[in-house]
């Protein structure tokens, strides 16, 4: 037989697999108790006497055989002293023990038949063990023998040493307790022979027919030459690790050394496969420790090699295990080394890698695909201080859950806002109900209630994505679905997404099939949009989507004491600069307290307490100024935020003034720039301001240069091809100015430049001069009119010139229009008419006109009037307006008559 047959004989199966198995079972007790009255009937020596009659047996051999023939013993020495009770004292004894015993792979066979009722002859393997030591004694009637004095034992794959070992041939019993050593060796045509195994303790008890060892005591186990992978779940091991090395040699299996400690005993059962180890387990290996209450490994042998693998793993109580940077604590651990899968089991179960910390009611570790899974509900928690992590940690898992949601939404504190979302670097909690899975790929996923919590930041939704990267490791990215909800400081988002690309510094949050608002709030701010962009770097937001925005502050400063709001709608996309300026596209509609405004473009410049301090509208500007209403009660506002308008529309019918515009202003141009604080607006662009009252033909301005209107300075002025239509009256200029009343109703204009008056309708006449000016009285109805320099009036027949000409109005109640009431021209006076061949005209220096004399009163120094030939001077001259009629003051005769020509 050779020396490799030899290695992989019987006992491996037996004490040897015990030892080599020491990873594997712990669930027997040791106990001295079982074995010591066999100590006890077993002679030390007996004392002799000069009586005493002694037989001395040279080159002493004796065979015992067990009742069942299963097994014999064979006992030699150099010399023996035979005793009473046939009893032999031996030196130097050799005894060789020859134990019928049944394989492993044997056995489960027969198992199998047993349970389907068949029946086989049931094969055997016979075990050969040898002991050597300087002396013994043997008890051949109950067939029993003491070793003692540097016992060895040698099995095919083994030896063991101790100071005393006895043995029961009948029972096939190994005994001792005395301090033991057990060796196990492996063999290989390459290497030869080598130690696998030691396993060092107090006390022996070996049954050999059942294959099954207790080495008693506090034991120590040294397993050589296993596997790198045993019990190296790698899930998620690189959390925080180097990764694997890029040099392939450096990749290939290693091998490492396994000591096994613990306080109590270490039970081998082959036919079981299984090794257990009792009270206080330690297992270490070059950078793995792990401890519990008990330990048992489940082995298998390679048949090929001879060689014992570890299988199966099973940790129970207080179980704590360390794997380089990785720290598991829990109640069970369970490990299959062949699927390289591991189970933690505790209330809770804890994971501590690098800088993150995992809690949950279980988890499974699978080290092929780098993945873990956390059951249930859990805790991760990730930060750079985590090395006194453990107290901390126990105590939130014993916190109330039922408050997660209240703490995630209550982050509101008195400090500034300083708006920064998560922070890549800084420490994160994020705890979940419905599981947990970490893979390879450095992603984790959280499942149902899932809430990430960050300083003073919240994060709630249903379900959660954790991209990790980068050495030390970070966060890459997080995304968020449905319901979800983020809170910080004073700022809360909800939305059905939320993606926070943390290298970026970047958040994205959006409804992936469009229904619905994600809204954002924050002091005196609402956003509203299908998607939103917000950069964390510079808090910039953008929405690429339509949407809305709100934007209000209470302050005792807002025009006319009312709650000063400005809510923004736009239909293709809002940028915010996240500091004082925000723009938006589309369709644009802005309202504010007596302000509606439509664009295509408008762009919001706000304080520092988001107050808009300017709007600049662009394209197809349409801007509506009411006169400021009374404010409805705040109920009554919020009702109609919300669109229901019952309440409101009841209080209006109560009080019809309560909410009635007394007059309106529409602004139509392609550019305005608007200082809502100051009421002022401006525009560089031609347009169009109406001013529309109930029941009255409406006023406008229309221009071709720019306009600005002063709401402070109650002032309005336009340039540019002014054309303006007030009470009916027509008025064109280069240049207009309006001043206006506290209600904004029109008191006073001033035109340069051009200026034409004209008045349509069945009395119409037009004005011409280089500048004029209107008063209008408090009900908005033009006064009179002041026209200066070369004034020119032409009305219909008539002609009228002169430096200086005031038109005064009154209002025709029956015709619903201003209508001309009274005249007056200073310097440079000229009246001319026509009819026909015929005309008239006249001179003077003040010319006088009221509608109900009818007559154009011209006074003079002298004042002269020109008829064909005919030309008469007075101090006063009388035509009549509408039928050309000359005539004198009563009384008063022409001072000079003249004919031309003569």
């Known amino acids: 037989m050779d020396k490799h047959h030899h290695r992989n004989s019987s006992f491996k199966v037996g004490l040897l697999l015990a030892a080599i198995s020491l990873f594997q079972s712990f669930s027997l007790v040791f106990s001295p108790d079982s074995f010591e009255s066999f100590f006890n009937n077993l002679p030390e020596a007996y004392a002799k006497s000069n009586n005493d009659i002694q037989f001395t047996i040279e080159d002493f051999s004796r065979q015992l055989q067990t009742s069942e023939d299963n097994g014999h013993t064979l006992v030699t020495g150099s010399k023996a002293v035979m005793l009473e009770n046939n009893t032999y004292e031996i030196a130097d004894p050799k005894v060789v023990l020859t134990v019928e015993s049944q394989p492993q792979d044997e056995q489960d066979e027969q198992d199998e038949e047993d349970e389907e009722g068949e029946e086989d002859d049931q094969k055997v393997e016979k075990i050969e063990i040898r002991l050597t030591a300087k002396k013994a004694v043997l008890d051949a009637e109950n067939k029993r023998i003491r070793m003692k004095n540097s016992v060895k034992t040698a099995g095919p794959d083994f030896d063991l040493y101790s100071e005393s070992i006895r043995y029961d041939s009948e029972s096939q019993l190994l005994l001792s307790n005395q301090e033991v050593e057990m060796n196990r060796y492996d063999f290989s045509e390459e290497e030869g022979e080598w130690v696998s195994l030691n396993v060092k303790g107090n006390g022996l008890e070996a049954d050999l027919a059942m294959q099954k060892v207790i080495i008693g005591g506090a034991t120590e186990t040294v397993i050589y030459r296993v596997s790198e992978h045993f019990f190296a779940s790698d899930a998620p091991a690189d959390m925080n690790a180097d990764g694997p090395s890029s040099n392939p040699d450096d990749n290939e299996e290693q091998h490492q050394t396994i000591t096994i400690k613990s306080d109590g005993n270490m039970v081998y059962s082959h036919l079981i496969q299984k090794v257990n180890y009792e009270k206080n387990v330690v297992v270490c290996s070059t950078d793995r420790e792990l401890e519990s209450d008990e330990l048992e490994l489940t082995v298998e042998q390679d048949g090929d090699a001879g060689n014992v693998e570890i299988r199966r793993v099973d940790a129970v109580g207080n179980v704590s295990f360390a794997f380089g940077n990785r720290r598991a604590y829990g109640e069970k651990l369970e490990w299959e080394n062949f699927t390289q899968i591991g189970k933690l089991y505790g209330e809770p179960a804890r994971l501590i890698v690098g800088h993150s910390e995992i809690t949950g009611k279980d988890m499974d570790f699978y080290r092929l695909n780098n993945r873990l899974r956390v059951h249930g509900e859990g805790q991760l928690f990730w930060g750079k201080n985590n090395s006194n992590r453990e107290e901390d940690a126990q105590d939130r898992t014993q916190k109330n859950n039922s408050n997660r949601e209240e703490d995630a939404q209550d982050r509101t504190q008195e400090e500034p806002f300083d708006p920064t979302f998560f922070s890549a670097h800084d420490p994160i909690s994020i705890d979940w109900e419905g599981g947990m899975v970490y893979d390879e790929a450095d992603k984790a996923r959280f499942d149902k209630n899932v809430i990430a919590m960050q300083g003073d930041a919240g994060l709630k939704c249903d379900y959660m994505e954790v991209d990790f990267g980068g050495e030390p490791l970070t966060f890459l990215s997080l995304q968020a679905r449905g319901n979800v909800e983020y809170a910080e400081k004073e700022r809360k988002v909800v939305a059905e997404n939320l993606l926070w690309e943390a290298e970026k510094q970047k958040v994205t949050v959006f409804n992936e099939n469009g229904d619905g608002w994600v809204v954002i709030t924050e002091p005196g701010q609402t956003f509203q949009s299908r998607k939103f962009h917000l950069f964390l770097d510079n808090n910039k937001l953008i929405s690429p989507a339509e949407g809305r925005m709100k934007l209000e502050r209470n302050s005792d400063d807002a025009p006319g004491g009312y709650l000063s709001v400005l809510k923004l709608e736009w239909t293709d996309h809002m940028e915010w600069d996240g500091v004082d300026k925000a723009e938006f596209y589309g369709n644009v509609s802005s309202s504010q307290p007596g302000r509606d405004l439509e664009a295509e473009k408008l762009v919001v410049l706000l304080d520092a307490g988001m107050y808009p301090t300017e709007l600049i509208a662009e394209n197809n500007v349409v801007l509506v100024v009411s006169d400021m209403p009374a404010p409805l009660p705040a109920a009554l506002e919020d009702n109609a935020d919300r669109g229901d308008n019952n309440e409101v529309n009841q209080q209006q019918e109560n009080d019809p ?143 009228l010139q002169s430096q200086q000409l005031t038109l005064f109005f009154l209002y025709d109640q029956d015709r619903q229009r201003n209508r001309l009431n009274k005249a007056t021209a200073r310097e440079d006076v000229s009246v001319q008419y026509e009819e026909g061949d015929q005309s008239l005209q006249a001179r003077g220096e003040r010319l006088e006109w009221e509608r109900a004399v009818g007559k154009y009163v011209i006074e003079g120094s002298p004042a002269v009037l020109s008829r064909g030939d005919i030309e008469m001077a007075g101090n006063n001259i009388l035509i009549d307006r509408k039928t050309g009629e000359v005539s004198l003051p009563e009384g008063a005769s022409p001072a000079e008559t003249r004919f031309k020509g003569r």
């Open 657 to 799: 003034d309560a909410r009635e515009d007394v007059s309106t202003w529409k602004l139509e141009t392609q550019h305005l720039k608007g200082r809502p604080e100051k009421e002022s607006m401006e525009s560089e662009s031609a347009g169009v301001l109406t001013v529309q009252r109930e029941g009255r033909p409406d006023d406008h301005i229309e221009w071709t240069e720019s306009m600005l209107v002063d709401m402070e300075e109650l002032q309005a002025v336009f340039k540019g091809d002014v054309q303006a239509v007030f009470s009916q009256t027509n008025l064109g200029s280069d240049r207009l100015r309006l001043d206006l009343e506290e209600n904004r109703q029109l008191r006073y204009l001033e035109a340069e430049g051009n200026v034409i008056f004209m008045s349509p309708g069945e009395d119409s006449w037009k004005l011409s001069s280089e500048r004029a000016s209107a008063v209008f009285s408090s009900s908005g109805q033009l006064d009179h009119v002041i026209a200066r320099g070369d004034v020119e009036v032409i009305d219909g027949k008539r002609r």
